[in-house]
């Protein structure tokens, strides 16, 4: 298995513009999670589906960013507008059952400026 | 609510010697408990976890944890550590929903 795949590694953009995060879970995973990564704040839920549904997005800092998964195979995570504070690393995680573990890709290191 | 604590940010040993990186959490509850490593620009990738049953448990690359809820630890530890184990480990626990809490991570620095 190719593990979860995310793309593009590396995002530089100017403040204002569009940036889309994409992911691609492992195959057979129903659980699929998004994560920001600062030195500031560490490791944070954004969202995460089960069977391509939003189940919890409680952890998405505001309405500039949004994630949809419209199929099991395939999820997206926008930012719109970009700002510099967004500047992160974005992580998607896959797993098998709730509760089991998550398997991560390697990450989308995003430089807005 | 659910938090993990990692109090050393910052640990340095030499190679060959044991290693322990401290990890404490807060929950209700029976814990989750799941160990990753980081390398340097990269992703996360699972060391060990405990759900449940025998409070050590092993992982891959040698290590190991022992659940403690007496004091509500999971520790993980090596017996001798590679220069290659060089990353930041970030310790985590999984709430009633299943959401992982990560602790703020411990960057390991290996000595020659």
């Known amino acids: 298995d190719a593990g979860v795949i995310q793309s593009p590694r590396h995002e530089v953009t100017e403040m204002g513009q569009e940036v889309t995060l994409r992911c691609k879970p492992i195959s057979g995973h129903d659980y699929l999670f998004w994560y920001r990564q600062t030195m500031m704040r560490g490791l944070e839920l954004l969202i995460y589906?089960?069977?391509?549904?939003?189940?919890?997005d409680s952890g998405m800092p505001e309405d500039r960013f949004s994630a949809k998964m419209p199929n099991a195979s395939f999820s997206t995570l926008k930012i719109q507008p970009s700002e510099p504070r967004d500047s992160a690393v974005y992580f998607c995680a896959s797993s098998f059952l709730s509760g089991e573990t998550q398997y991560f890709g390697p990450g989308t290191r995003l430089l807005v400026l | 609510a659910q938090s993990v604590t990692q109090p050393d940010i910052h640990i340095t040993v030499s190679e060959g010697a044991s290693l322990e990186l401290r990890c404490n959490y807060s929950y209700g509850a029976t814990p989750y408990l799941f160990w990753y490593v980081q390398s340097p620009g990269q992703g996360l990738q699972l060391l060990l976890k405990y759900f449940s049953g025998d409070t050590l448990v092993q992982g891959i690359k040698g290590f190991e944890a022992e659940f403690k809820r007496s004091q509500s630890s999971f520790n993980l530890r090596k017996p001798s550590v590679h220069w290659s184990d060089a990353a930041e480990y970030f310790c985590a626990v999984a709430d009633s929903s299943y959401k992982l809490i990560f602790g703020s991570g411990t960057r390991l620095l290996v000595r020659p």
């Open positions: 589906f089960n069977n391509n549904v939003p189940i919890d």
